[in-house]
């Protein structure tokens, strides 16, 4: 779970089994909160589903796997963009996130572990 400093959560990832995860995250922008969840398949390959980062209401295929212990999640649009997302525990086993769109990154975003 990653909680933003203002103490509300945005993202919940929460595995199901060893094959599905479940990812919730919620945003806030000019006091409005927005929820997104993508229920995937942890087989590597592309299947149906909702846009990400708040997108339009089109839908994309979604991909997700994990290679090594980093969760690899791959996002393609019908309109061409293409989103990869990882995530990976640190030592502290805090989230280490990674947010690349169209080969394009800002680097990777800590987010602490609720105690």
């Known amino acids: 779970m990653i909680q933003g400093e203002d103490g509300q959560v945005r993202i919940i990832i929460e595995q199901q089994r060893c094959e599905r995860i479940s990812i919730v995250r919620r945003t806030g922008y000019l006091g409005k909160i927005t929820s997104e969840t993508h229920a995937l398949t942890l087989d590597g390959k592309a299947h149906k589903d909702s846009m990400w980062l708040g ?4 839908c994309c295929d979604t991909s997700a796997a994990f290679v090594g212990t980093t969760l690899t999640i791959e996002a393609r649009a019908i309109r ?3 989103l990869t997302m990882t995530y ?4 502290e086993r805090d ?5 690349i769109l169209n080969g394009r990154g800002q680097g990777p975003l800590l987010a602490k572990r609720q105690k």
């Open 55 to 58: 997108g339009s209401d089109e």
């Open 80 to 82: 061409g963009f293409t």
């Open 95 to 99: 989230i280490l996130e990674e947010a």
């Open 88 to 91: 990976a525990l640190t030592p």
